[in-house]
């Protein structure tokens, strides 16, 4: 069953934004660090953002300066905001818990992925 749940992607022209949302759907009773990673056809994954329970961000550097990752702890949600996007952005996104390499400082044991959503620039 889906613990995490994408929602956002779609297809944009070249200098478009998009808002990727995650929500986290378990009920763990604690916060963890949350992030995004991207794979795009015939590439290696690529970890995109992260951020800790204390608001701290980390970002790829070829995101840096475009993207933001936020988050929502009431409602158990991470956002990633996509601004001036271009075709090398193309790619599924998921949303991971508390995966290091991704860029979360530790592992607390509530590692999950989501099923991805799909960002397309054209």
């Excluded at 995490?4 to 944009?12: D, K, N, P, Q, T």
């Excluded at 800790?52 to 961000?57: C, I, K, N, V, Y």
């Excluded at 979360?104 to 044991?109: I, P």
Aim: aromatic share 8%; charged share 20%; with cysteine.
């Amino acid at each position: 069953h889906v613990q995490l749940v994408e929602s956002g992607g779609g297809s944009v022209h070249t200098g478009g934004s998009l808002r990727l949302s995650c929500v986290d759907r378990r009920n763990i009773g604690r916060h963890y660090c949350m992030g995004w990673f991207r794979q795009a056809p015939g590439k290696d994954r690529e970890a995109v953002a992260a951020i800790e329970t204390d608001g701290s961000a980390s970002y790829a550097e070829s995101v840096k300066g475009r993207f933001t990752i936020s988050r929502d702890d009431a409602r158990n949600t991470v956002y990633l905001q996509m601004i001036n996007l271009s075709p090398e952005d193309t790619a599924l996104y998921t949303c991971v818990s508390d995966t290091v390499w991704v860029g979360c400082r530790r592992s607390v044991g509530v590692a999950a992925w989501g099923q991805g959503t799909q960002v397309t620039v054209s």
